[in-house]
């Protein structure tokens, strides 16, 4: 019986009478196909749907990875691979050493053989959770320890020496920013004052140009209260000078000296917590289940007791270079405001003058501009 064209790419495949296969065109489809398909490739990662001849059932059976023609079987589990029951075709072209690569749902074709999944890629999601859940845990057990420290239940640790340094430390700030504070007041009254001061001075000297009987006397008091502004201005010089390194010396060096003792303060509570939660597991059993735990809170206390030890050293010799620089530079600014103050009030015009010299203060001219910035370059 003559064959007709074809209608589509799709060539149809003649039966016998009773829907078995011809055995030629079987013979003929199983040639193509081995010249068509890869060398080498298996069914792993392959399905094969078949619909019987009638059109009625689909077949799903797992399959292997069959050897190439003329090699053995391979002892090893066959992979998981998807055909039809009904294809009988396709079984004895994997008899024969074909292997099928049919790909499924659009995936690229892949090679046989062992199959290498890659690491899981890290979640962000989870990672921000874990250091939430580490965070919570150390801010329960730091907090545990400071009430149980104020309801005096917990033990903390202490060192003599270095409390009381910073304690002092602290005492002393307070007496600092006392004595800032009244300098500050006392450099805005003098200001006040060599204003008043300036401008008495010229009311003075406007009058004794249009009073001619009084002229001299209108000049001596036009001519004094004009030197004692120029003093007041040297002396609120000097004081201004004394309130700033002052004002460095506690809001900047005593400062960052309290900083660092708030983080030792923290450490050290961190220290006892972690300890506490030790002394509490080594006073309870010894088994499979604690031992673990045991060893984790061994680690973590020895992390911390580091960082405790680490933040002390670091206080104490901050303590030490403040005390060095607090002695240096009170010094200087004590000797200052002393020889100003009594100079000034003195009336040695000459004395005065030569102390801002000595610590190279140098006043501003009363009205002056600014310096532009070419003269500032």
């Known amino acids: 019986m003559a064959q007709e064209s074809p209608k589509n790419s799709a060539a149809e495949i003649p039966v016998t009478s009773n829907g078995q296969l011809e055995d030629s065109h079987e013979h003929s489809f199983n040639r193509d196909l081995k010249c068509s398909l890869p060398v080498g490739l298996g069914l792993s990662e392959t399905k094969i749907i078949s619909h019987g001849f009638d059109g009625a059932k689909e077949g799903v059976v797992e399959a292997g990875q069959f050897p190439s023609k003329g090699s053995p079987s ?3 589990s066959p992979k998981s691979s998807v055909i039809s029951p009904s294809s009988a075709a396709a079984s004895r072209l994997a008899g024969q050493g074909c292997d099928l690569i049919i790909p499924t749902g ?18 962000p999601a989870m990672e921000k959770l874990e250091l939430v859940r580490k965070w919570s845990l150390n801010t329960y057990k730091c ?25 002092i430390l602290r005492d002393n700030k307070k007496k600092y920013e006392n004595i800032l504070r009244l300098a500050q007041t006392l450099s805005t009254q003098l200001f006040q004052m060599v204003h008043t001061q300036r401008q008495l001075g010229e009311a003075f000297a406007d009058l004794s140009l249009k009073s001619l009987e009084l002229h001299e006397e209108f000049g001596y008091n036009a001519d004094t209260q004009k030197l004692l502004a120029k003093n007041g201005e040297t002396l609120l010089g000097a004081i201004n ?20 003792v708030k983080q030792y303060e923290s450490a050290r509570i961190e220290y006892d917590a972690y300890r506490t ?35 002390r050293n670091d206080v104490s010799i901050k ?7 607090k002695v240096k530079v009170l010094h200087n600014q ?5 020889n100003a103050i009594a100079a000034y009030f003195a009336g040695n015009q000459k004395q005065l003058e030569q102390t801002l010299k000595q610590f190279h203060i140098k006043l501003k001219t009363p ?3 600014a310096p532009s910035w070419l003269e500032e370059q």
Do not use: C, W
């Open 241 to 260: 000078f004394f309130i700033a390194s002052v004002n460095t010396l506690v809001n900047k060096t005593i400062e960052d000296t309290l900083l660092t």
């Open 143 to 167: 907090t545990r320890q400071i009430i149980s420290e104020k309801l005096g239940r917990g033990s903390r640790t202490v060192d003599l020496e270095l409390e009381a340094q910073i304690d």
């Open 106 to 123: 659009g995936r690229a074709q892949q090679k046989s053989g062992p199959v290498v999944l890659a690491d899981e890629v890290k979640n």
């Open 277 to 311: 939660d030790l002394e509490e597991l080594n006073l309870g059993p010894r088994d499979a289940n604690t031992l673990p735990k045991i060893e984790q809170s061994q680690q973590l206390f020895q992390v911390h007791k580091e960082k405790y030890d680490k933040m």
């Open 74 to 76: 391979p002892s090893a």
């Open 334 to 338: 004590l000797v200052l405001f002393h």
């Open 319 to 325: 303590l030490k270079f403040l005390e060095e620089n």
């Open 367 to 369: 009205g002056a501009d």
